[in-house]
């Protein structure tokens, strides 16, 4: 019989697939880890799951306690399953650019949500890291994953996603392509990579308006800008974000973003989100640049189930000048 306890050991070991339409016949091999795979639809449920059984083990999460955390939902429904399971209760903050789907999603698994709005600095009292860190003092019990700034995020991806793409690959690629948000993906699975596989390339997806790929260059921060893509890219720099281990960071646009996940779709039926369409969109320019007989391996972090309403769907696109018609056809075109 082939049983899982509850739903958190379903967590992990998501298929790795070839891309076939997306790259030409003379372009490098295209691996894509399916994250939005795992229970909660995303590559967070890991390094929610380790991060709690960690303050479990060390007292810092007791029985019956409230995890709060500011999270543009992912962490938030990695967090949810596993607080669902465990007893434990939930508040999250998230930022009001994320779609209804995200917060509904929380909700819909119990948690409190909190929104706040975006457009306002990190420092700011109402932004989702203050307030985030307000709820926290003032709930007794609380324990906050504090994904940002924790190494255990790195450690995560480091001990879990990392090997488990080493296994999956027998260490047999060039290139590891992964979307920067707190950075726990890269620092952690890109180091342990790195480690493993000799010459191999890590390159970081960053969205335009973000800060990451001005401070890798010319190690001064540029004035960020708000950006439609979620998941991806920062307006402050994140403990989790281990510069060292990245080779490069692209930046990749909304638009470039939103047609690459919906190419991934329609092309290859694959169903993911704006921040997994970045990372094709780099995987597959890259692919182009280095030629057949490499290997990219990169990341689809979450799934387009939350994005229906969003840059999946045409009407969306059209209202966001994301798509241009001519003659009566729609138009989008990959890597322009
Ligand atoms: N894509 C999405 C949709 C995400 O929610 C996140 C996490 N913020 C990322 C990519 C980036 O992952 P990481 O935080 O590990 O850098």
């Known amino acids: 019989m082939d049983i899982h306890e509850n739903i958190l050991t379903a967590i992990g070991h998501t298929p790795l697939v070839k891309l076939n339409k997306l790259v030409g016949p003379n372009d490098a091999t295209v691996l894509v880890k399916c994250e939005f795979m795992n229970p909660g639809a995303s590559i967070k449920d890991r390094m929610a799951l380790y991060i709690i059984e960690k303050a479990e083990r060390e007292g810092k999460l007791k029985p019956g306690g409230t995890i709060v955390e500011n999270t543009s939902g992912n962490t938030g429904m ?4 596993a607080a669902a399971v465990k007893g434990y209760k939930c508040i999250f903050t998230m930022p009001d650019k994320m779609s209804l789907e995200k917060i509904n999603r929380l909700k819909a698994l119990g948690a409190q949500v909190v929104v706040t709005p975006t457009n306002v600095p990190a ?8 307030t985030a860190k307000r709820l926290f003092r003032e709930t007794p019990g609380a324990f906050m994953l504090n994904q940002y700034h924790n190494p255990d995020n ?32 890269m620092s952690g699975a890109g180091k342990f990579l790195k480690e493993k596989i000799p010459g191999l390339k890590t390159v970081g997806v ?36 281990d510069f060292k281990v990245v080779d490069d960071i692209r930046q990749v646009d909304d638009r470039q973003s939103f047609v690459a996940a919906r190419r991934l ?13 970045a990372a094709v969109h780099v995987a597959v320019q890259l692919a182009k640049e280095i030629g057949k007989g490499k290997t990219i391996v990169t990341v689809l972090t979450d799934s387009g189930m939350v994005y229906i309403s969003k840059f999946h769907s045409d009407e969306w696109m059209r209202d966001n000048g994301f798509l241009e018609e001519k003659g009566g056809t729609v138009r989008e075109l990959l890597g322009d």
């Open 265 to 277: 779709a329609r092309e290859e039926g694959i169903f993911a989100g704006g921040s997994s369409g």
């Open 206 to 241: 960053d969205p335009v308006g973000s800060v990451y790929e001005g401070y890798f260059k010319t190690g001064k921060l540029t004035t960020p800008h708000v950006y439609k893509v979620e998941g991806i890219g920062e307006d402050m720099l994140c403990g989790a974000m």
């Open 123 to 130: 420092e700011d009292p109402r932004s989702y890291y203050e």
């Open 154 to 185: 790195i450690e995560a991806h480091y001990k879990i996603t990392g090997p488990e793409i080493y296994e999956q690959t027998e260490g047999k690629f060039d290139y590891f392509v992964t979307g920067l948000g707190t950075g726990g993906t």
């Open 78 to 81: 990695g967090v949810a399953l």
